[in-house]
């Protein structure tokens, strides 16, 4: 019963130390739901894949405002179906990359409440690809840009230590260059949790 009341007491004096400090760091993990989007006669979206990122943040915090830079690796892709065939035996191209993702994120606290927060957050990202795999016919992988440029949206919960993340990205540019191709994106969903390390 003392180890539970001592865990409790230190988890509250470490809580308040961090709810005064302006800078946070801290590692987080997540799962993604991926997908390849493309303007094409000949393709179409084949679904997403699910996958998972890790990496660390950091947050300064300017009242209700903060600037949250983080990098992570990342495993995101897609699949692409060719229908210029059969249709109900349409080919498939799964697209496998490896990133590392920088976004550099400005958020706003919506609610406060002593160790709570609802943040909310939008911010660019820089996708830099690492290693990437596509199993099909009808793509190589020179086609794939080596790094692309994109945009994160979504909201964010606080508690204590712990960061609840959930956020929409969606690439800018177009990410595959290749004939009677067009609008090449990549998107994808993500729901992190991250711990505070400082």
Do not use: C, H
């Amino acid at each position: 019963m003392k180890k539970i009341v001592l865990f409790f007491l230190l988890t509250f004096f470490v809580t308040a130390l961090y709810a005064e400090s302006p800078i946070k760091l801290g590692l987080k993990a997540g799962y993604n739901s991926s997908k390849i989007s493309i303007d094409s006669d000949q393709f179409k979206e084949g679904g997403s894949v699910n996958n998972y990122l890790a990496g660390a943040f950091l947050r300064l915090n300017m009242n209700k405002i903060y600037l949250q830079p983080e990098a992570y690796f990342n495993s995101k892709g897609g699949v692409l179906k060719d229908i210029s065939g059969n249709p109900v035996s349409a080919a498939k191209n799964d697209f496998d990359l490896k990133t590392i993702d920088v976004p550099v994120l400005v958020g706003v606290k919506l609610l406060e409440k002593g160790s709570f927060n609802l943040r909310a957050n939008v911010g660019p990202l820089m996708s830099f690809i690492i290693d990437k795999d596509i199993k099909g016919d009808d793509f190589t992988t020179s086609g794939l840009e080596d790094n692309f440029f994109g945009w994160q949206y979504g909201v964010g919960l606080d508690f204590l230590m712990f960061s609840l993340d959930a956020r929409l990205e969606s690439s800018s540019g177009d990410i595959y260059s290749g004939p009677n191709l067009d609008d090449s994106k990549s998107k994808m969903f993500v729901v992190s949790l991250g711990i505070d390390l400082l």
